[in-house]
């Protein structure tokens, strides 16, 4: 089945009611055939996607590499070209730990070490993809920094720099590499300095008309007038948190505050006018123990928060669209937590892990509808999902997926239509506590003032990139970003 068989086929299907129903959300209108995959492709170590203008070709950072995939027959995605180890040549080379990939046009921008990775490149490859099945790497800018995730737009590359202290956004010129200017939370208010930087890591990055949406974490999401970088201007932050209140948490209590909502935001993206604002955020929960001997999970899955940024300064929350329910919402357990997503005209594309893929109509951000969910959690754990077809009635969207235990990564396609998942499977057993306890039930302390931190909390490394959304343990275990900067400077000295 070629794009216009299958565009054909699609449009052409009545449309009938759906029983499926989520927590949040009302029911939908449904396809009255079932909701699945079109076609499937296993791409080693795939982490983010990203589609061509056409919608016809994905770029996926696949950790050790990328690789290029021709969707335009969608049932069938054919691996057009697949580059492993880049810049292999080089003494300190390959570049790896390369989870994210972004398009400026014709150019492919792949970034990485994701976390620091001693001895290791760290820096921005720039591809040529004018002829996706041959992509020329024309240059590679070096940073002293790991980079997670990054945004292309306008010539310009906008990266996330955890260096270990201000933890900024920089911004550099594509063509040359040149450093254009850079933001740091820490220059709006020096208190936050006071913070640990893996509570204010710089995780993720979005673009609009030269405003960067910039996810800080447990420090909030910051709008930033970037039309001149080298003299950035603050418009307006939602959930900013409190510096004071941060900077002033025991180890036990930033533990807790890294992995457990509020806070945590992990992802964000515009609609098309850069109105409405998706934030996405990651959290899990944490076992602790009470007074009496027992434990409870504290915390657990968040979702897509939906606000109205209309007015930067006083950007208004709409809604908020729940993850689905884990049997096991621990960082060890069944992760259905939010993660990466898109918008394309009033749709919402969504991604939740081992929680599979969602679709939503977001026409009315206050009351956000599913139309669309499906899971596979013995074999799939979604990292992205992203429109593809942007110029038809009904088309494809695609999702990447890390896998699970044994079962290969992979980039799916699927209908963009409503409908229902045939026999949908479990994502484990019963949940044995309600999926969203964000507080723990108060035990007073002696004083009768503070809540008492649980003994089974313990700190780990609060180097920048040791929080949860940068893969505990990565890297950053083996060695903190501080250390990992200093190496490479007296390597290169």
């Known amino acids: 089945m070629d794009r216009r068989q299958f565009l054909r086929t699609v449009g052409a299907s009545a449309l009938a009611v759906s029983t499926a129903a989520v927590v949040g959300s009302r029911p939908a209108t449904a396809h009255p055939g079932p909701f699945e995959p079109l076609g499937r492709i296993d791409i080693d170590g795939a982490k983010e996607a990203v589609v061509s203008a056409d919608g016809e070709t994905v770029f996926v950072a696949a950790t050790s590499g990328y690789a290029v995939v021709d969707i335009s027959a969608p049932d069938r995605p054919e691996l057009l070209a697949e580059r492993r180890d880049p810049l292999s040549d080089r003494e300190d080379g390959p570049f790896r730990g390369l989870y994210d990939a972004k398009l400026d046009g014709d150019t492919l921008l792949v970034v990485g070490p994701a976390n620091p990775i001693p001895g290791a490149p760290a820096g921005v490859l720039v591809v040529d993809v004018s002829d996706p099945a041959n992509p020329d790497e024309i240059a590679f800018h070096e940073t002293g920094f790991p980079i997670h995730n990054c945004f292309a737009a306008d010539g310009r590359a906008y990266l996330t720099a955890n260096d270990g202290d201000r933890n900024p956004l920089v911004v550099l010129d594509i063509d040359s590499g040149d450093e254009l200017g850079r933001w740091s939370v820490v220059d709006v208010d020096d208190r936050w300095a006071d913070v640990p930087p893996s509570m204010r890591s710089v995780h993720d990055v979005w673009v609009h008309d030269r405003v960067a949406h ?63 604002l998706g934030v996405g955020v990651e959290s899990w929960a944490i076992e602790v123990d009470r007074d009496d001997g027992t434990t409870e999970l504290v915390g657990g899955p968040s979702g897509v928060e939906l606000w109205d940024v209309t007015d930067p300064a006083n950007p208004e929350r709409r809604s908020t669209i729940e993850p689905p329910a884990s049997p096991d919402p621990t960082l060890g357990g069944v992760w259905t937590t939010a993660h990466n997503f898109d918008f394309r005209d009033d749709r919402l594309y969504t991604s939740w892990y081992r929680g599979g893929v969602k679709r939503h109509d977001v026409s009315d951000p206050t009351d956000p509808v599913e139309l669309a969910w499906w899971r596979d959690p013995e074999r799939a754990s979604f990292w992205t999902a992203q429109y593809a077809y942007p110029f038809a009635d009904e088309g494809v969207f695609v999702a990447s997926s890390r896998g699970v235990d044994d079962a290969s990564p992979a980039l799916y396609t699927f209908p963009d239509h409503a409908g229902d ?73």
């Open 214 to 276: 910039v996810a800080l974490w447990d420090a909030g999401t910051w709008l930033v007038d970037l039309s001149d970088p080298a003299s950035p201007s603050v418009l307006g932050a939602v959930s900013p948190g409190d510096s004071e209140e941060l900077a002033a948490l025991t180890p036990r209590g930033r533990n807790r505050e890294r992995r457990t909502p509020p806070g945590n935001h992990h992802y964000v993206a515009t609609d098309d006018a850069g109105d409405l």
């Open 421 to 493: 998942q045939r026999d949908p499977p479990t994502l484990g057993a019963e949940p044995t506590t309600e999926p969203l306890v964000n507080t723990p039930t108060p035990t007073p302390s002696p004083s009768g003032n503070e809540t008492a931190a649980p003994a089974s909390e313990t700190e780990s490394s609060t180097s920048a990139t040791d929080a949860p959304g940068f893969g505990l343990g990565v890297g950053a275990a083996a060695l903190g970003v501080a250390g990992w900067l200093v190496r490479r400077h007296e390597r290169r000295d």
